[in-house]
């Protein structure tokens, strides 16, 4: 039974959720790299995020199977929720492709099907106090270019005067013009020509 606070997923959505595997994961990702005028703490950056998630009701949502209609599945809301199970900060070695070579690792790892269908990586150490984030987001939630625009939604102009737009709306409306960010899907198989990287030691996450 639904609960007033339960929205059903459409069926393409639930297929994609079907055609998850360990070797195929459904979601897509974002790397975008930002360079301050001045160094902000890593804290600091992951208490902005928080914030901002906070503002964004679909990022509070996990998905739940239904008896009726069989197979399918609503968003719910996650009365569970931990940002520090979905934002992880990462220190870089400067010098190296450590950035690439984390985000390919981190892009072929499966999402938590019983979480909210999200992941921030927060990666900092890198030259001229630029840091980088990497958003992963399954394609039930979010699909296409508006996986990327809903990653701009956090990392920048978020204000409390914008409205929050539903899933609908985000992929109904034309893709806007957008800074560039590298896309690539969820992959399993940590091809290293794919991704330009080399094997090594990767930094652990940080709660």
Do not use: Y
């Amino acid at each position: 039974m639904l609960s007033v606070d339960d929205e059903r997923l459409s069926d393409l959505d639930t297929a994609f959720l079907r055609l998850e595997s360990p070797r195929a994961p459904m979601h897509l990702g974002a790397l975008a790299i930002f360079q301050p005028r001045e160094r902000i703490p890593p804290a600091r950056l992951v208490t902005v995020l928080g914030e901002r998630v906070a503002r964004i009701p679909a990022l509070l949502q996990r998905v739940r199977s239904t008896w009726l209609p069989p197979g399918g599945a609503v968003w719910t809301p996650d009365t569970t929720f931990e940002l520090s199970r979905h934002v992880h900060t990462h220190r870089l070695q400067r010098g190296t492709n450590a950035m690439t070579v984390l985000a390919c690792e981190l892009m072929a790892e499966p999402l938590d099907l019983g979480r909210p269908l999200w992941q921030l990586h927060l990666m900092t150490g890198l030259s001229e106090q630029r840091f980088a984030l990497l958003i992963k987001l399954h394609h039930a939630l979010a699909d296409g270019l508006r996986t990327v625009e809903l990653g701009l939604r956090l990392f920048d102009g978020f204000a409390d005067r914008s409205p929050t737009r539903t899933r609908q709306e985000l992929r109904s409306e034309p893709a806007s013009s957008m800074a560039p960010a590298r896309l690539n899907h969820g992959r399993a198989d940590r091809g290293q020509a794919r991704c330009g990287s080399s094997p090594g030691p990767l930094p652990a996450p940080r709660p």
